[in-house]
């Protein structure tokens, strides 16, 4: 991770109601405020959960933190959207209980919406591929597919840095307004591979290997979104918290994609 983004910020409570929103092609009259609990317990990176923050606060959205005891032990009956940052999956895996996990599935098969971003991505799951080592056990499963990564041929491990998606869903929501293409930052990220016959829709493909960078779906009543890239973070600017990046252009920002995703998932936008 850029040394600029190894420094915590503060975590604030935002409270803010939703107004009209323009949403690319149209707006979306949202009468009552989305409400995000951002994950930030061990494994979640400080760099990814601060810009998080940030981008949730220009939504327009409540923000919340959770820790591994308010999944385990309280109802998360006051959340809109879970939403589980870049970071390490590993201990997402060890310190949510199995029926924290449940009560996870059980949150977003009775409608609510889950977002994850890279480690997020692998957490939620079945099978996670790290290194060329295949881990199935304790994830919680809600992506019916394997998350594989790094991916050497955007860059060889461990090198990472801004890579190129191609946009594969032209009449989906989340991709309303948004062109053909988006450049977002890459940090060993995975692909998301469907398992055959599930009901996924793949919303980008990494342009250099074709794989799957994106993918949204239906969990019961609730709606899904994983992404194996960075889109918190913009590296031309320093509204994420961190000063802009020297050495990477962005070539825009990819908060519209999050604005379009965040609605989605929280059911403001069909």
């Known amino acids: 991770m850029d040394a600029k983004r190894l420094f915590p910020l503060s975590l604030l409570l935002a409270v803010v109601l939703i107004p009209l929103v323009d949403c690319g092609d149209g707006t979306v009259s949202v009468s009552e405020e989305i409400v995000v609990g951002i994950y930030a317990d061990d494994g979640a990176s400080p760099g990814c959960v601060g810009p998080a923050e940030k981008m949730f606060e220009w939504m327009g ?5 959770l820790y591994a005891g308010d999944v385990n032990g309280k109802p998360l009956d006051k959340i809109d959207i879970l939403y589980f940052p870049g970071g390490d999956a590993g201990p ?3 310190n949510i209980s199995a029926a924290g996990k449940e009560k996870i599935r059980d949150f977003v098969r009775g409608g609510g919406g889950y977002i994850g971003t890279c480690a997020g991505g692998c957490f939620a799951s079945e099978t996670i591929i790290w290194l060329g080592n295949k881990y199935t056990g304790g994830n919680l499963g809600l992506f019916r597919g394997v998350a594989d990564g ?4 955007i ?3 461990p090198k990472h840095g801004m890579c190129e998606i191609n946009y594969t869903a032209p009449k989906h929501p989340i991709t309303r307004g948004l062109g053909d293409t988006e450049w977002i930052y890459y940090w060993w990220g995975p692909k998301f591979i469907p398992y055959r ?3 996924v829709n793949v919303i980008g493909t990494y342009a250099i290997t074709g794989d799957p960078a994106m993918v949204a779906f239906e969990y019961g ?3 899904v979104f994983l992404i194996g890239p960075h889109p918190e973070w913009e590296e031309d600017s320093d ?10 252009d962005d070539r825009g920002s990819d908060w519209p994609l999050m604005r379009n995703v965040t609605f989605w998932c929280a059911k403001r936008m069909n």
């Open 61 to 65: 959205c409540t923000i919340v933190f």
């Open 92 to 94: 997402y895996v060890k």
């Open 150 to 153: 790094p991916i050497n041929e």
């Open 155 to 157: 860059y060889p491990y």
């Open 197 to 199: 016959g599930a009901n």
């Open 221 to 223: 009543d609730g709606r």
């Open 239 to 248: 509204r994420d918290g961190y000063p802009p990046s020297e050495e990477h």
